[in-house]
């Protein structure tokens, strides 16, 4: 299910099972923009692949990056913004789904759902860069100090988190034609 989130570092800790894995692909889209982390290394980032009419996955190879018989940790970093140059209209979400291939022939599948859980992230608004008139866009400022160190590894406690909002079942706008 996507999940709404404006600026937001998103997690889930979940187990993988001990047979060895042979294959992990991530596949993760967002409103807008994301970073994708996995036992806290960064894997891969997104820029905004939402138009009105469709909305596509990212897939990213994480095989190496996950552990079998172990729990692992999966972190977003999402920042939706107003629509504007290169940033299309649409709502502050992001979907993932995360597929474990195993050698006993088992899969596992991971997907955003309220068990995930979320805070206010580390973008912060800026300034308009030139006059609202001029159809201006905004700067964007990551301060890193509102990142809790560690965040997302599989160590880290969380607890203390919002879960995330679901925006129903896949599929749910705006992730229609995936």
């Known amino acids: 299910a996507p999940v709404e989130m404006v600026a937001d570092n998103v997690s889930k800790t979940f187990s993988v099972s001990p047979s060895r894995i042979v294959r992990a692909r991530a596949y993760v889209s967002a409103g807008?923009?994301?970073?994708?982390?996995?036992?806290?290394?960064?894997?891969?980032l997104g820029p905004s692949f939402s138009y009105p009419d469709e909305q596509y996955y990212q897939a990213d190879d994480i095989t190496s990056r996950l552990r079998a018989g172990a729990v692992n940790a999966i972190g977003m970093i999402t920042h939706w913004s107003t629509p504007g140059k290169g940033?299309?209209?649409?709502?502050?979400?992001?979907?993932?789904?995360?597929?474990?291939?195993?050698?006993d022939?088992?899969?596992?599948?991971?997907?955003?759902?309220?068990?995930?859980?979320?805070?206010?992230?580390?973008?912060?608004?800026?300034?308009?860069?030139s006059d609202p008139?001029?159809?201006?866009?905004?700067?964007?400022?990551?301060?890193?100090?509102?990142?809790?160190?560690?965040w997302d590894r599989p160590s880290f406690d969380d607890r203390t988190w919002a879960p995330a909002v679901s925006l129903g079942v896949h599929p749910a706008a705006p992730f229609l034609h995936l």
């Open 133 to 150: 008139g001029e159809s201006g866009d905004y700067l964007e400022h990551i301060d890193g100090r509102r990142d809790p160190v560690g």
């Open 87 to 103: 940033r299309p209209a649409s709502v502050p979400a992001a979907i993932a789904r995360i597929t474990v291939d195993h050698a």
């Open 32 to 44: 807008q923009q994301y970073a994708l982390s996995v036992n806290g290394v960064r894997v891969a």
């Open 105 to 129: 022939g088992s899969r596992q599948v991971i997907t955003t759902d309220p068990t995930w859980r979320t805070r206010a992230g580390s973008w912060v608004q800026e300034t308009l860069r």
